[in-house]
Each structure stands twice: as structure tokens, then as C-alpha cells.
């Protein structure tokens, strides 16, 4: 979704140096979230935010920390690469879910990262 | 953690060949969603199940979920060329917090 904007699309850097990736929505929701994705591994949820105030481990945050600087702002970052954080990251954004419904979740074009 | 499994993992089709893939979980599931990735792209809600035994169609894509609501599938029929992606389907886990865990995905390659 174009409405799901991330910088950079890719990025090659050497092991130990500090990384940023940026995600801004357009969408006007809410909630926000930083996938990795690795070859036969899926998406694995890294961090996720449901509003400014509020900030989330999910299953993978070790080595990751993220900042929500605004409702459509949601940054992750890498305090020292290692070659193994290398893969596509990817941003999400979506509404509340209500019940037992979830809101479908809307992913931007990603981010490869490299890690030598 | 609460994983759901999706197999398979990969599946070649002669193009209009159908094509199944699964999603099935140990624990009963509040709702289920469906991904579609492009090679090379992000991935694509496609729809969400949500109601025991529950049938949507979307043209020549059929999803279901089972009547226990631990499982639920997606079936191609007549796959295209069009068809080539990563499927992956989302479950909520237990609880009231609405993030989703995504299986590993099915690869399928379609040949003309």
C-alpha cells in the first residue's frame, strides 16, 4: 500500500553499526507493527505499538528497539547490527479489531537489509 | 507459543491444476486470516473467517473454516499464472490482544 510508506527499501551496512527504519502511515490507524521475514520462516512480529503511548514486545525483540513518534510514525531501530538481524522488514498498520474479528493489517513494500 | 501450521510448505501446479493449502492449530482460534505475497512484494490481506464452518468465495478462491475452528484452508481451482505467491494464513492468539501470528506460508509456482 502506498499508504504504508517505509525508508530505507534497502540498506547495506557492516556488523556493530546502528540502523534505523522508518514507517509512516497515511491510513490514520492506530496501531502499528514491525515484522521480519527470513526464507521458510514466515513473518515473525518484532515490536508493535496500538496507540502513541503504548509500545509492545512481540516474539522477536531482542536487539530491537522501536520509538512511535507520532500516530503515523513508527521507527525501528538495530543499536549494533549483527550479520544474522540481515532480512526484509517489513511495517503494518491496521484499525482495532472488535469480538473475535481482527482488522486486516496493510504492510508497506518493505525493507531489505544487509549486514556484513 | 501458539503457532498454526501451514502445509504445505511448497507446491508446484501445471497451470489449471488446483491447489489447496492448510492451516491448522491445536487450540481453538477466534478468527483466521488470509495473506497473499507476490514474489518480491508485500503481503495482501485477502479475507477473514471468523464463524465456525464458515465457506467464502472469492472467484476462483475458496476459503474455509473447520466446524471446530482449528483449521481452515484456501483451495485454487483452475490455478493461473496470476496465482504464483507466498500464502500465508494469521491467527489471533488466545486472548484479548489483537496482534496475529503468521504460519511460514505455502510457496506455489504455477508452469504455463
Known amino acids: 500500500d502506498a499508504d504504508v510508506t517505509q525508508t530505507p527499501r534497502n540498506r547495506i551496512t557492516k556488523t556493530g553499526k546502528r540502523i534505523m527504519l522508518e514507517c509512516s502511515q497515511t491510513k490514520g490507524h492506530d496501531r502499528m507493527y514491525w515484522y521480519r521475514q527470513d526464507p521458510g520462516l514466515g513473518l515473525r512480529l518484532i515490536y508493535y505499538?496500538?496507540?502513541?503511548?503504548?509500545?509492545n514486545k512481540g516474539e522477536i525483540s531482542d536487539g530491537y528497539s522501536v520509538s512511535r513518534q507520532a500516530q503515523a510514525k513508527f521507527s525501528l531501530s538495530l543499536e549494533s547490527a549483527i550479520p544474522n538481524q540481515t532480512a526484509l522488514y517489513f511495517c503494518a498498520t491496521s484499525d482495532p479489531g472488535q469480538g473475535h474479528s481482527n482488522q486486516p493489517q496493510h504492510f508497506g513494500d518493505g525493507t531489505r537489509l544487509s549486514i556484513l | 507459543g501458539q503457532q498454526v501450521m501451514q502445509i504445505p510448505q511448497y507446491q508446484h501446479v501445471q497451470e489449471g491444476e488446483d491447489f489447496t493449502t492448510y492451516c491448522n492449530s491445536s487450540t481453538t482460534l477466534s478468527n483466521i486470516q488470509w495473506y497473499k505475497q507476490r514474489p518480491g512484494g508485500h503481503p495482501v490481506f485477502l479475507i477473514q473467517?471468523?464463524?465456525?464452518?464458515e465457506v467464502k468465495k472469492q472467484k476462483r478462491l475458496t476459503f474455509q473454516f473447520g466446524e471446530a475452528k482449528k483449521n481452515s484452508s484456501l483451495h485454487i481451482t483452475a490455478t493461473q499464472t496470476t496465482d504464483v505467491g507466498t500464502y500465508f494464513c494469521a491467527r489471533r492468539p488466545g486472548g484479548s490482544n489483537y496482534k496475529l501470528t503468521f504460519g511460514k506460508g505455502t510457496l506455489l509456482t504455477v508452469n504455463p
Open positions: 505499538s496500538f496507540d502513541v503511548k503504548d509500545i
Open positions: 473467517l471468523v464463524k465456525s464452518g
